[in-house]
């Protein structure tokens, strides 16, 4: 295991909306190193969530980089609104778009980080030809579209060969993963070759603080080695 700092992304899809700038400062104050946004079109996946409006009421409320995972079809409509709202990395997926690599390079033409969702049932072949243009690849771990949803436990081995392959083609792009990330199984997705986790409702919830929460992940990343 190499000494890489793994990265925490928590998603506001399961904050409480009510008070969503303190949820926001709550996750920033207690290590997260960047905030995943999750819109949804309710045509990609059935909910509909929230879009640029909500992106730029976040973004005087933190520091930290704004990530937007668009579960939204022909994302590349929205790319302005979102750069404009404050975004800093637009990850949208390769089911959504005809035009993948022109759309992933839209997004780095913009001034913006580029990142590319595949989901459990997809292949990662289907993105090898991105991989230049990519500054992020994320391992759908869930099928998208809701919060707390149980982890696809053959994920893992799909984690390994997306590290294998960024590994292969030299790339610099960050491995992340999203979909019942918990810190039970933080460990095994980091150990599998992930660098950053999303973590929806394992940081938001009613049992625990967003501060605790995030001590927890953080601590079970630190046990990796452990699995080693
Ligand atoms: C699901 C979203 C996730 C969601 C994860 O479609 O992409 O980001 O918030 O929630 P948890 O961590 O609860 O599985
Ligand atoms: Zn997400």
Redesign the pocket.
């Known amino acids: 295991m190499d000494n890489r700092r793994v990265k925490i992304a928590p998603?506001i899809?399961?904050a409480d909306f009510a008070r969503l700038g303190e949820q926001v400062a709550e996750a920033e104050q207690a290590g997260a190193d960047c905030l995943?946004i999750?819109v949804?079109d309710g045509q990609f996946?059935p909910p509909i969530t929230f879009g640029p409006v909500v992106v730029e009421a976040i973004r005087p409320k933190t520091s930290l980089p704004l990530e937007i995972?668009m579960?939204v079809v022909e994302p590349e409509n929205h790319f302005h609104q979102l750069r404009d709202a404050g975004a800093d990395r637009i990850i949208i997926h390769q089911e959504a778009t005809a035009h993948l690599h022109l759309s992933a390079g839209q997004i780095r033409d913009m001034g913006m980080e580029s990142g590319v969702a595949v989901n459990p049932g997809t292949s990662l072949s289907t993105v090898e030809e991105v991989i230049s243009e990519i500054d992020l690849l994320l391992v759908?771990t869930?099928n998208?579209?809701?919060?707390?949803?149980p982890f696809i436990a053959s994920s893992v081995r799909k984690i390994s060969r997306a590290r294998a392959c960024l590994d292969e083609a030299k790339s610099k792009a960050m491995l992340e993963v999203?979909?019942?990330?918990k810190a039970d199984n933080a460990a095994l997705v980091v150990n599998a070759g992930a660098d950053q986790l999303?973590?929806?409702?394992?940081v938001y919830n009613d049992n625990v603080s967003v501060f605790e929460a995030m001590a927890q992940l953080r601590s079970a990343i630190c046990r990796v080695g452990d699995l080693g």
């Not at 998208?144 to 949803?149: A, F, H, V």
């Not at 999303?198 to 394992?202: I, M, P």
Request: hydrophobic residues 40%; without cysteine; charged residues 10%.
């Open positions: 998603s899809l399961s995943h999750d949804m996946v995972h579960m759908m869930v998208p579209g809701w919060g707390g949803q999203d979909g019942g990330i999303v973590a929806g409702s394992a």
